[in-house]
């Protein structure tokens, strides 16, 4: 998958743990998980909106975009 | 996220009424065949009697063994039928009705009905051929034949629904993974 997702090394830079995150976030833990290990499908702008929000960062410091990573558009 | 719907009216009365006819149509089968097994032994002679006094050829016989053979095809479609729908009316219970198990049992009741309605017309031509004979017997016969509006209809809901439902399990299967 192209798209990649920097979550652990946001949550690393705040020293913040996925649990916390999901508590204050109100997204499942799970979610946020699926999320972290790069198997979503798809973000809602609300979920990015939440995270951005309280980790305090910018939606392109969350999501990277990999081409060799994945199959080419 | 799927959950399940607790204490859901339609559905419990669903659950109930669709045992109650599972009953009926076991029931059904289950006499059925035993009326079949005793004409083809101890109720034999006696048909035979009967038909002859109604100046009926005795092939009757076996016209009449062909037509309760049907019936019990028509009575197990049937069956098949409600455990299709049981199964869709579980799945919502469960919260996870858009499911390709769902178009396929949708699209199963589909060909159930289609099949059903084949097995119908040599059951009604059978009916036909006894009726002057019943007539004979002093029993009035009104034999309804044919593919209704309704039955149609129902064929056509039932495979538009499994596109439905095929559709919405590839939409289902897209929302899985979003976050």
Same mark, same amino acid.
């Given at each position: ?34 999320? $972290?290990?790069? $198997? ?28 060799? +990573? +994945?199959?080419?558009? | 996220?799927?959950?399940? #719907? ?18 009926? %149509? ?44 049907? !019936?019990?095809?028509?009575?197990? !479609?049937? !069956?098949?039928? *409600? ?5 869709? %009316? ?23 009905? *289609? *099949? ?19 007539? #004979?017997?002093?029993?009035? %016969? ?12 129902? *064929? ?24």
């Amino acid at each position: 998958m192209p798209i990649t997702v920097k979550l652990d090394e946001l949550l690393y830079q705040r020293r913040m743990t996925l649990t916390h995150l999901a508590e204050s976030v109100d997204i499942t833990l799970a979610n946020l998980s699926i999320l $972290k290990t790069g $198997k979503a499908k798809a973000i809602r702008f609300s979920t990015l909106e939440a995270i951005c929000g309280v980790l305090e960062c910018q939606p392109g410091d969350l999501l990277g975009y990999d081409q060799a +990573g +994945g199959k080419a558009p | 996220m799927a959950t399940s #719907k607790p204490g859901d009216p339609l559905l419990g009365a669903a659950k109930v009424l669709l045992i109650l006819f599972t009953i009926a %149509v076991i029931f059904g089968m289950v006499m059925l065949g035993i009326g079949t097994s005793v004409l083809l032994t101890f109720g034999r002679y006696e048909f035979m009697t009967r038909i002859a006094a109604v100046d009926a050829p005795a092939i009757a016989f076996w016209g009449l063994v062909g037509g309760l053979l049907l !019936l019990e095809g028509m009575l197990y !479609l049937g !069956l098949r039928f *409600i455990r299709e729908l049981s199964g869709i %009316v579980n799945s919502v219970g469960a919260g996870a009705p858009f499911h390709p198990r769902n178009a396929g049992r949708l699209s199963r009741m589909g060909w159930i009905m *289609i *099949i059903a309605e084949g097995v119908a017309l040599p059951l009604a031509a059978l009916l036909a051929w006894f009726a002057p004979y019943l007539e #004979k017997a002093g029993k009035h %016969v009104e034999i309804d034949f044919g593919l209704d509006a309704e039955s149609i209809l129902l *064929i056509l809901i039932l495979f538009i629904l499994a596109r439905v439902f095929r559709e919405g399990a590839r939409m289902n299967d897209e929302l899985e993974g979003t976050v």
